[in-house]
């Protein structure tokens, strides 16, 4: 079965103006090569971007972040990659969650198996352990890096389910694991946290129509993180029908991209703060509906669930009633970077709704009240829209319950 989608596209500047989607704005310089002792350091909730003015409880959003001598604002001391932004936009947008014990248990009465690495032995291959590992592997031609977490309690006797989470524009693995609580949650529920790096020059993922030098340069990190898969495959015990992708700002826009372009090896998404924009930029995003969305266009093999989580006070950065962002990051291969417009979030929802052929109305998530989730849908799938009552781009995490309401989700879904 394949269902065309369409969704806008998150543009981001060139230089040191990062777009993030999820921390306003973050130094242009890399922490890539930082890796905190434990996973979680910072409490969930904890904005992407230790610098965006327009996080509630930072700095004042009528007052512009100075840059500081390495290019991140004055109060980001994790320099976490948002670059500077026009007046005081939160540049964090582009770019910054898990049930059943170590093993995984089962999903929704689909049970895990053996479908990872490990061999009909019992025994998992490679060496890696317990905690934080930095690892660099080779993807169309780049060196490209990522922090593996094992959670505290893994032996290497069973598969594990695997998070993907993915950074804003700007940060890095790093600080996506220092602000998004990923880590801790493996830690107690038995998963593999991953946390990617972004690239090349200004930490962007390629998810359409943005962002900054890894669209321009069409850099294809679908292909990264299928190749990451693989090194996870042939290096600790994975269970290859639990792989699951989130990430905020231009890190929640990698997540559709991998909805779009590899439902084959992801099971299912938990996108934050952004939108699908794998199509068209479109003149008037006003415009768009469900079905005619032309801002996210997907092929898709299968029907995928997705949860989306969305500020409901953003007028700027993703704005929650769609519309042009503040943010420059649209920027094709040989033009120039510019502002683009997203669809709103309840199109997107819709837009998804309607990939996965669900039928009836979004009823209230038992789980999260801010969550408005489509139950009836192919293939047993489910796609939700929870709305935090925030402006605080990347900020929400705890506020949200993210992570703990996209596991209890990813708990549910399996690949065929």
Known sequence: MKTKLTTNRFGHTRGCVPFLLGALAVACSSDATQNPAASGASAAGTSQSDNNP?????ANPGSSATPSGNGAPVGNPAGNGEGNVPGNVDTSMLG???????????????????AGAASQSGACPGTLKAGDSNQ?????????RFIVH????????????????????????????RASGWGTKCDSEGCIAVF????????????????SNSQQQRVDDVQFTRDMIKFLEASTCVDAKRIYASGCSN??????????DAADVIAAVAPVDFRCITGQEPANAASLTATNNTACTCTLPRPISVMQFDEGRDNNIVPFNGGRTVVPANCPPGGNCAAFSFPSAQV???????????????????????CQTYASCAADTEVSLCTADSANHCGSYGLSKIVDTAWDMFQKQALP
């Open 54 to 58: 327009l996080t509630p409880g930072a």
């Open 96 to 114: 910054n969650m898990p049930g059943s014990g170590a093993g995984g248990g089962q999903a929704n009465g689909m049970a895990m198996g053996s």
């Open 136 to 144: 660099t592997i080779m993807s169309g031609g780049l060196s490209r």
């Open 150 to 177: 094992l959670p505290t309690s893994f032996t290497g006797s069973a598969p594990l389910p695997v998070v993907f989470d993915f950074h804003p524009l700007g940060g890095t693995g790093a600080s996506q694991q």
């Open 196 to 211: 990617p790096d972004s690239g090349p020059g200004d930490n962007s993922w390629n998810v359409g129509y943005c962002c």
């Open 251 to 260: 890190g929640g826009g990698m997540s559709y991209k991998l909805a779009c």
């Open 348 to 370: 997107n929802f819709e837009t998804w709704a309607s990939f996965n052929t669900c039928t009836g109305e979004p009823s209230a998530n038992p789980g999260n009240p801010i």
